[in-house]
């Protein structure tokens, strides 16, 4: 089914929108995925904030152009389905997650930062952890020092507790 004028133009504008937003768009080829595994797919998307469209090449490059997305416009080819996340790694996390399960969907390639990526640099940014799970390692080694400083003090507290209550009863005894 066709699209009227008005309904490429929101079409457009919604998807000029969403890269505005995003830090990452993740582009694959999903030609023989089941609509099952299609809803599967875009569940996990929406769950981890991940705006997954299938659109017309020819809107989806309308819509990028002046973007930080156009780099990857080229490749914009065939039956595509486009990820954009704000998070950095979601989108490529996601479809790469994805793609490990499901071998009839094909990474064809992405942008970050004004780049475009290859399927290895979307697999390379997917392995990348969240942004929570770099925050709690931060965090983690933030803390590991002062907790070991804390257990030391512990430690010798409990060493000077233990010699003062032996040298208690003897210093009883010789009294």
């Known amino acids: 089914m066709s ?6 133009e929101a079409v457009i504008s919604d998807v000029t929108g ?3 937003k995003a830090q990452t ?3 694959a080829e999903y030609r023989g995925i089941t609509v099952a595994d299609m809803t599967k797919l875009r569940n996990t998307a929406r769950s981890a904030g991940v705006s997954l469209s299938v659109l017309k090449n020819t809107l989806a490059r309308r819509a990028v152009t ?3 997305f156009e780099v990857v416009a080229d490749q914009m080819t065939g039956p595509l389905i486009y990820g954009f996340s704000e998070d950095a790694v979601a989108a490529a996390k996601v479809v790469a997650e ?5 071998d009839k969907l094909v990474i064809r390639g992405g942008a970050y930062g004004g780049k475009a990526l290859d399927v290895n640099g979307v697999k390379q940014l997917a392995s990348i952890p969240s942004k929570e799970v770099l925050l709690a390692q931060l965090l983690g080694l933030m803390q590991s ?9 512990a430690a ?4 000077r507790g233990a010699g003062a209550a032996e040298a208690a009863p003897a210093e009883a005894a010789a009294a």
């Not at 699209?3 to 490429?8: D, T």
């Not at 994805?98 to 499901?102: C, E, H, I, L, S």
């Open 145 to 153: 020092p002062i907790s070991r400083t804390a257990r030391v003090l």
């Open 18 to 20: 969403l890269a505005a």
């Open 25 to 27: 768009l993740v582009i």
């Open 3 to 8: 699209l009227n004028r008005s309904e490429k």
């Open 66 to 68: 002046g973007s930080s």
């Open 98 to 102: 994805f793609a490990k399960t499901n």
């Open 156 to 159: 010798l507290a409990e060493q």
